[in-house]
T-cell receptor, first 116, second 116 residues
Framework: GAVVSQHPSWVICKSGTSVKIECRSL??????MFWYRQFPKQSLMLMAT?????????EQGVEKDKFLINHASLTLSTLTVTSAHPEDSSFYIC????????????FGDGTRLSIL | AQKITQTQPGMFVQEKEAVTLDCTYDTSDPSYGLFWYKQPSSGEMIFLIY??????QNATEGRYSLNFQKARKSANLVISASQLGDSAMYFCAMREGYTNAGKSTFGDGTTLTVKP
C-alpha cells in the first residue's frame, strides 16, 4: 500500500517551455504532498508543501510564479515549471504523508528535467 | 544550526561486513520521528526504518537496525551483512510533532559503496 506515482520520469525540452509534473497517491488520500528538488549527490531541498484545496506553502527563496503547484484533489498534486530555463534542470521528487509523524513519507520515483 | 547532521559524505564497506552510518539531530520538540531512506542511483527514495522519540527499544528491520541514543541525539543506521545492492545514498530524516502536515528535515546524505 501507500503508492505514489509520479509522471513523467524524464523530460527533455527546449528553453521557454512550461513543464507539468504530476504526483498521484494511488491507494490512499493525501491531504498534504511535498515537492522537492535535488541536485546530483546532494540532499533533497523542500520547495513547497501542497495542501488539498488551498494554496501551496513555498519555502524561502522558491519562486512561486516559476513553480506553480496545484493540489486540486486528495490524490493529485501537480508542479508546473513555467518558462523553464537550463538552470531549472534538476531532479524533482514528490512525496505524500498518510498519517502522523510516525509514518514515513511515501515518495514518487522522481522526474529528471533537462532544459536545453 | 542544522537539524540533521550526517558527517560522512562517503563510506566504503566490504561485502558481507557491517557498516554504521552516522546521524545526529537537533530538536526541542519532545515528540519526533527519525527515519532512514535509501536512494539508489535510479533516484527513488526507499523507506528503511523508523524510530520514534518515545520508543524504548532500538528499531530493527531485517538487516537494518537503528542505534538510537536519545541523550546524545544520535540515530545511527547499522547495516549488517552488506550486499552489493546496498550501494546507494542514505538519508537520515526527522519529522517533528504529531501532525501529518509536518515537514521532514533531511540530512546531506552518505554515499555508501559496497566493495566485492
Amino acid at each position: 500500500g501507500a503508492v505514489v506515482s509520479q509522471h513523467p520520469s524524464w523530460v527533455i525540452c527546449k528553453s521557454g517551455t512550461s513543464v507539468k509534473i504530476e504526483c498521484r497517491s494511488l491507494d490512499f488520500q493525501a491531504t498534504t504532498m511535498f515537492w522537492y528538488r535535488q541536485f546530483p549527490k546532494q540532499s533533497l531541498m523542500l520547495m513547497a508543501t501542497s495542501n488539498e484545496g488551498s494554496k501551496a506553502t513555498y519555502e524561502q527563496g522558491v519562486e512561486k510564479d516559476k513553480f506553480l503547484i496545484n493540489h486540486a484533489s486528495l490524490t493529485l498534486s501537480t508542479l508546473t515549471v513555467t518558462s523553464a530555463h537550463p538552470e531549472d534542470s534538476s531532479f524533482y521528487i514528490c512525496s505524500a504523508s498518510t498519517g502522523t509523524s510516525n509514518q514515513p513519507q511515501h515518495f514518487g520515483d522522481g522526474t529528471r528535467l533537462s532544459i536545453l | 544550526a542544522q537539524k540533521i547532521t550526517q558527517t560522512q559524505p562517503g563510506m566504503f564497506v566490504q561485502e558481507k561486513e557491517a557498516v554504521t552510518l552516522d546521524c545526529t539531530y537537533d530538536t526541542s520538540d519532545p515528540s519526533y520521528g527519525l527515519f532512514w531512506y535509501k536512494q539508489p542511483s535510479s533516484g527513488e527514495m526507499i523507506f528503511l526504518i523508523y524510530q520514534g522519540s518515545y520508543d524504548q527499544q532500538n528499531a530493527t528491520e531485517g538487516r537494518y537496525s537503528l542505534n538510537f541514543q536519545k541523550a546524545r541525539k544520535s540515530a545511527n543506521l547499522v547495516i549488517s551483512a552488506s550486499q552489493l545492492g546496498d550501494s546507494a545514498m542514505y538519508f537520515c530524516a526527522m519529522r517533528e510533532g504529531y501532525t501529518n502536515a509536518g515537514k521532514s528535515t533531511f540530512g546531506d546524505g552518505t554515499t555508501l559503496t559496497v566493495k566485492p
